[in-house]
């Protein structure tokens, strides 16, 4: 599975952006497809994450009622729209794949990954 993040820029704080994440390659239903972030000097973070099938989803707190993923298996794609964002989203998001039926929110846990689109939010 080779994963293809993009869709990231630089927005005020307040402000929404979209990433698109485009995965090539046979993927499965019970594949999970999540979203991580890494700011500067912090370890990679979990943001949320959702089922190829079924579409149940998980999100980190600190994003919970501000971010939503979402999924389009004739496309094969996976989105985050980002809303009411802060300066402290600014970071490089990534699109990931896990091979199990569980979500995992460990990033040790993901088998493929995207190359990254940088958010900047500014105050």
């Known amino acids: 599975v080779q994963l293809q993040a993009y869709g990231g820029g630089l927005v005020q704080a307040g402000g929404s952006l979209r990433l698109s994440c485009a995965a090539s390659g046979r993927t499965f239903n019970y594949y999970t497809m999540s979203w991580f972030r890494q700011a500067p000097g912090k370890e990679r973070e979990f943001v949320a994450a959702i089922k190829w099938g079924g579409g149940r989803t998980v999100y980190a707190d600190s994003v919970k009622g501000r971010f939503t993923i979402s999924k389009d298996n004739a496309k094969n794609a996976v989105y985050l729209q980002m809303n009411s964002l802060k300066p402290e989203d600014t970071a490089i998001y990534y699109c990931?794949?896990?091979?199990?039926?569980?979500?995992?929110?460990?990033?040790?846990?993901?088998?493929?990954w995207g190359q990254g689109t940088q958010v900047t939010v500014s105050s």
């Open positions: 990931a794949a896990d091979r199990t039926t569980i979500i995992r929110t460990t990033h040790s846990a993901y088998d493929y």
